[in-house]
């Protein structure tokens, strides 16, 4: 009988999707507590099954090795929950009360899960509980060749949510998984986000679904080892990453960078741990299996042990053999092993000086890792600063593997299975996804100001220079900005013309100490005066004097007053006095009666 496997998985989805999304409208009630206790719940079966389903993986997918594959899930099962907990996820989760702003947790709903082929018990165990934990239901879609081992994880987590209270439905996972059914599950009316891992392709695919999206992309991991570094201890800790799980993880080790000084050493403490050094040929045999079109790695080859990965090459090993170690003459297209390998073959590439290593990795990354991670061992901590400002990676990781780095297993960053590369790869986060990329938070905010208070005047710091000022060419801005207000050439007003105006300006001038030849004009007085640009302004905060101004013997009138005057003031914490006879521009008046700096008054 024939039948339609696309078809089927679609109608499936659709299904699980609607249940999920029902479940979801119950489980939205439920309060942080309740949250926790299920999230516990699943998580204490997940740890119980760890090794059962860790053998079921490399079983089915014939990737990795089972004591890694229990590593990551206890990572996922025990690492994570403890990490969550305390974290507030439901109803309110933060207030700021000086703000007087209150935060609510906003569930998005039903998340998709796509699992890949290289992780998938772990990874399923990571993306249960943090949608979950944000008060989500998820529908995960395995791999087609780890879909037996997907699915018996999801049923433990399942079962155990639903026994300690969860909504029936909540969890649900795809058993008829294809690539159309995969499409129809990101496309569906009821799914909110995907949460996607797995190849370029099904990123990709995530993120032109039309829905919000968190996708990763590869890998290809450079490690600098400095010279102020231990290389005994360097190249134990970079092997221990670069064989976790048979290098499966995205961020596995992929490429040694070193001075060239360091050569020899380094050389000496990868085969006193069992590295295999490959010739020449070795080399290129290698190259050419792994890669058989551009950068993609041969999935024969992925998560496979150093021997098996000889023989295919063409060449045997030692059965001590720890890793496939490959030296390389330059980074790209022209030198395939540059490039992420998903299994226990590292690279070298010695360079002439600490700047030439940094170069390197960034090379390394742009050919096919921007945005994941990196790693430097350094006892400089000025080197692994400078490393971690210039290099393209979202996780840079300082003496440490960076399998177990990146994940939050050696470091402080976020346990996690999902690790996104940032905008420069096409990704929607450059974090390792945790609950709160699950949620969306809306805010209750109280009124805390008026309309009109809300752009208070921006004040500049005074602008007066030390320069030479022409006096005749001030004297003669003021009296064209009298004429603007209808008192042309020849008229007095209040007794001022030209000259009377030019009299006032050389006391001006003089009593700032400012010498009146020379043909620049560097003061804004609020007219038509040429300017010197002015400065990004800033916010003024009126000081508060330490000790109270020393009291004025005699009021002093001034003749002409400008907005940089009453800045002055404001700033001096002192009076304007003017009089009848006083000039003041429009500008420095507003200002001045604004803050209450200047006063009428008489000789």
Known sequence: ??????????????????????????????????????????????????????????????????????????????????????MKTIGIIRELPDERVVEIAEPVGVVAAILPTTNPTSTAIYKTLIALKAGNAIVHSPHPRAKACSC?????????????????????????????????????????????????????????????????????????????????????????????DFGTLCSSEQTLVAEKKLREPILAALTSQGAHLCDASQTTALGKLLFRHGTTVNADCVGQDPRKIAQMAGFSVADSTTVLIAELGGIGAGHPLSAEKLSPVLSLYFVDDFNKAVEACQAILRFGGLGHTCGIYTEDEAKAREYGRLMPAF???????????????????????????????????????????????????WAVRKPEEAFPPRLEEPVLSSQSVNKDAVASAVERYLSKRGLTDGQVAAGLNQASVSSIVDRFLADRGMPVSSPVVAADCGCDLPAKPKPEPSTFVAPTPATPPPPVPKIELADFVCENDIRQAINQGRKIYIGKKSIVTPSARDLGIQYDVLVVAER
Not at 31 to 47: G, L
Not at 53 to 64: H, N, P, Q, R, S
Not at 196 to 215: L, Q, R
Not at 402 to 431: E, K, R, W
């Open 1 to 86: 009988m024939l039948q339609d496997n696309d078809l089927l998985s679609i109608q499936e989805v659709r299904a699980k999707v609607d249940k999920a999304w029902n479940a979801w409208h119950s489980y939205r009630g439920f309060n942080q507590q309740q949250v926790d206790t299920i999230v516990e719940a699943m998580a204490f079966a997940a740890r119980g099954a760890a090794l059962r389903l860790a053998e079921m993986a490399v079983e089915e997918t014939g990737y990795g090795r089972v004591k890694d594959k229990v590593a990551k899930n206890m990572l996922a099962a025990d690492l994570l929950p403890r990490r969550m907990q305390g």
């Open 395 to 445: 996780r840079v990781l300082v003496n440490t593997p960076t399998p177990q780095g990146s994940t939050g297993i050696t470091t402080n960053v976020f346990p996690a299975m999902t690790l996104g590369c940032g905008a420069m790869a096409g990704n929607s986060t450059g974090d390792n996804v945790t609950p709160l990329h699950l949620i969306n938070t809306k805010r209750l905010a």
């Open 152 to 244: 018996a994880t999801i049923d433990v987590l399942s079962r155990a949510a639903t026994a300690a209270g969860a909504p029936e439905g909540i969890i649900q996972c795809v058993t008829q998984a294809t690539m159309e059914g995969t499409h129809e599950l990101m496309r569906h009316k009821h799914t909110a986000l995907i949460l996607s891992t797995g190849g370029s392709g099904i990123v990709k695919a995530a993120y032109s679904s039309g829905k919000p999206a968190y996708g990763v992309g590869p890998g290809n991991v450079p490690v600098l080892v400095d010279t102020t570094a231990n290389v005994s201890d360097s190249v134990t800790k970079i092997l221990s990453g670069k064989t976790f």
